[in-house]
Nanobody, 115 residues
Framework: QIRLVESGGGLVEPGGSLKLSCKVS?????????TGWYRQSPGKQREFVAR???????AYGDAVKGRFTISRDLPKDTMYLQMDNLQPEDTGVYYC????????WGEGTQVTVSS
């Protein structure tokens, strides 16, 4: 059974940093065409944050370009999201996503940016 499990969320002040992790089990992370991060704030639709492809190419949502960095550790089957200069509008539940002809989702980790 393939599972994606996020960790690393929490409460941080504006301007602070957090690093999220997404551990893949039941499959090698490289087996996915791409893996990425999405987020959802109350009352809003789920929003694309970042994606890393099998080729190592990356893509970012406009709202996070220059502040967030996606990476992965293939031997650990783990993907990361380094989030710097966090702002209140970054608050939300962050979900890990894997694209393998069908979609796989984690259950999410809460990120709250507040003073």
């Amino acid at each position: 059974q393939i599972r994606l499990v996020e960790s690393g969320g929490g409460l941080v002040e504006p301007g602070g940093s957090l690093k999220l992790s997404c551990k893949v089990s039941g499959s090698a992370i490289f087996a996915f065409k791409n893996t990425g991060w999405y987020r959802q704030s109350p009352g809003k639709q789920r929003e694309f944050v970042a994606r890393i492809y099998r080729s190592d190419d990356v893509a970012y949502g406009d709202a996070v370009k220059g502040r967030f960095t996606i990476s992965r550790d293939l031997p650990k089957d783990t993907m990361y999201l380094q989030m710097d200069n966090l702002q209140p509008e970054d608050t939300g539940v962050y979900y890990c996503h894997g694209d393998s002809h069908i979609d796989f989702w984690g259950e999410g980790t809460q990120v709250t940016v507040s003073s």
